[in-house]
């Protein structure tokens, strides 16, 4: 089983749609990561978290430390929003990394 | 602008003949980090330094090497790269090991 899973694996929405993203951890983390990877390959970091919520634009992460469970929620989804998403998790020194959703937003 | 510059961002060799991939931040992090990316297994480490002088194995070392000799510099050396070393590499940098990352455009090599 891996230490952080990420779902749903591929996710398909029309523009408009509220999208949720979860990303769900075994192991003690000092932090969390959403990162965003375009086609083409540049990945950016999204949010990194620690503890309740952050937001920025149409973008917002909460972690729940208790649940060991994060979510990645976008607002008014667009087609340029179309990424891959990866979670990722302190531990130990390490960073652990879910496998990533790959989100397609359709106009 | 703060940012994490790789080179090159392609490179088709042939087996056998060494290559550098160069990684350079302007962030004077102390943080900096190696890593592949290939279908279906995610983004894994290579090598990582936590700070000059101080390199360390990723989860995926083999036939790489690394050197940390100023802060800025992290350079990804393959001595006698094999197809099964072709990928995407990614550099990335945060002012330490448990910070924000800041990820490099990538370097997609391809040996033959």
């Known amino acids: 089983k891996n230490e952080v899973e990420q779902s749903p694996q591929n996710l398909t929405a029309q523009e408009g749609e509220f999208i949720t993203i979860n990303c769900s951890y075994s192991?003690?983390?000092?932090?969390l990561h959403w990162l965003q990877q375009h086609p083409g390959g540049g990945i950016v970091s999204l949010f990194m978290?620690?503890?309740?919520?952050k937001k920025h634009g149409r973008l917002i992460a909460t972690i729940n430390i208790q649940e060991k469970h994060s979510s990645l929620h976008i607002t008014a989804s667009h087609p340029r929003d179309s990424a891959v998403y990866i979670c990722?998790?302190?531990?130990?020194?390490?960073?652990?990394w879910g496998a990533g959703t790959k989100l397609i937003i359709k106009p | 602008e703060a940012q994490v510059t790789q080179n090159p961002r392609y490179l088709i060799t042939v087996t056998g003949k060494k290559l550098t991939v160069t990684c350079s931040q302007n962030?004077?992090?102390?943080?900096m980090s190696w890593y592949r990316q290939d279908p279906g297994l995610g983004l894994r480490q290579i090598y990582y330094?936590?700070?000059?002088?101080?390199?360390d194995k990723g989860d995926v070392p083999e036939g790489y090497k690394v050197s940390r000799k100023e802060k800025r510099n992290f350079p990804l050396i393959l001595e006698s790269p094999s197809p099964n070393q072709t990928s995407l590499y990614f550099c990335?940098?945060?002012?330490?090991?448990?910070?924000?990352?800041?990820f490099g455009e990538g370097s997609r090599l391809t040996v033959l």
């Open positions: 962030m004077n992090h102390e943080y």
């Open positions: 990335a940098s945060s002012v330490t090991n448990t910070g924000e990352l800041f």
């Open positions: 192991v003690g983390i000092s932090a």
């Open positions: 330094s936590m700070n000059v002088e101080v390199t």
């Open positions: 990722a998790v302190h531990s130990n020194y390490q960073l652990i």
């Open positions: 978290l620690s503890s309740g919520k």
